[in-house]
Structure formats: structure tokens, C-alpha cells
């Protein structure tokens, strides 16, 4: 059993998408172990990417990241991680496999519908970045 992070990114929660998308995972044989739809403050945005910050598309990203509400969840399953990752697709839709989540949601490589922790290391950060103990179950 691995947990993983993945947000409907404001383009997701936009486009009344939230539940097509927690539906791609449920239906993968993942169970949600924590979820809440919250409003990201730019500096919210800035310390959850902050792995990116020097990046040309940092301050794009916290700006679009911020512009709007998400659903944070914490997924969890046998290799989530990565799983969760195949069901997502490639970052830029326009690259991404058809029948994942970004071929079929997604606008642009930052308007991209949903994250998820990229490797376990990731995921140890982000999870409680987003959740105490308390909420996972
Ligand atoms: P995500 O999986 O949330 O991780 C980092 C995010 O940065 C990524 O999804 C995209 O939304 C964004 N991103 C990655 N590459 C680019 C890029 N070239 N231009 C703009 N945004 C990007």
C-alpha cells in the first residue's frame, strides 16, 4: 500500500470536472484517504512548488496555482504513486496518451487538470503539507 497527493488543479475545479476525476482513480481500485476542495494563497502555491521556484514558469504557475479553488486528496493503493501517474498522463496534454485524465481534460503543459506527487520522497513532503495524521484514514 503506497498514498500519493493529486490535486484537481483550478482548471479541473473550472471545468465542473472534480468528480469525473476522482472517478478515473476510484476506478483504477484507488480509495481516497483524504479530500478537501481549498482556496491556495500565493504564497501557498509558492511553498508547495517551491521544488520549481527556479523555474522560468514558477511565477506563472503559483499565479494560475492561486487563481482559483483545488480539491487536494491523498490517494492511496498499491503502487500509487506511479499508477496514479500513468492515469494522469504526460504533463503537456498535447504529449499525453489518449484516455488519461490530461488527453481528456487538459488545456495547456500548466493548465493541466491534475498533479500528482512525482516519487515517494515527494509524496513524504507533500502529504502533510496538505494534511495531519489526523485526516488520513
Ligand atoms: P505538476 O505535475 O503539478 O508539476 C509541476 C507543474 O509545473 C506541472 O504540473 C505543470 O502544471 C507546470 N509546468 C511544467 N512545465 C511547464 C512549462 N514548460 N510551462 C508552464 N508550466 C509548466
Known sequence: ME????????DGTKKNVIGKVIDRFESAG????????IQLSKEDA????FVHRDRPFY???????????????????????????EL?????PAEAAPG???????????????????SPESAAIEI????SSLELC
Open 100 to 118: 488519461t485524465i490530461r488527453a481528456d481534460f487538459a488545456s495547456n503543459v500548466q493548465q493541466n487538470t491534475v498533479h500528482g506527487s512525482d
Open 3 to 10: 498514498r500519493t497527493l493529486s490535486i484537481v488543479k483550478p
Open 88 to 92: 494522469m498522463g504526460s504533463t503537456n
Open 46 to 49: 509558492k511553498g508547495f512548488y
Open 128 to 131: 502533510p503539507y496538505f494534511f
Open 59 to 85: 511565477d506563472e504557475l503559483t499565479d494560475f496555482m492561486s487563481s482559483g479553488p483545488v480539491v487536494v486528496m491523498v490517494l492511496e493503493g498499491e503502487n500509487a504513486i506511479l499508477k496514479v501517474r
Open 30 to 37: 484507488f480509495r481516497v484517504a483524504a479530500m478537501k476542495k
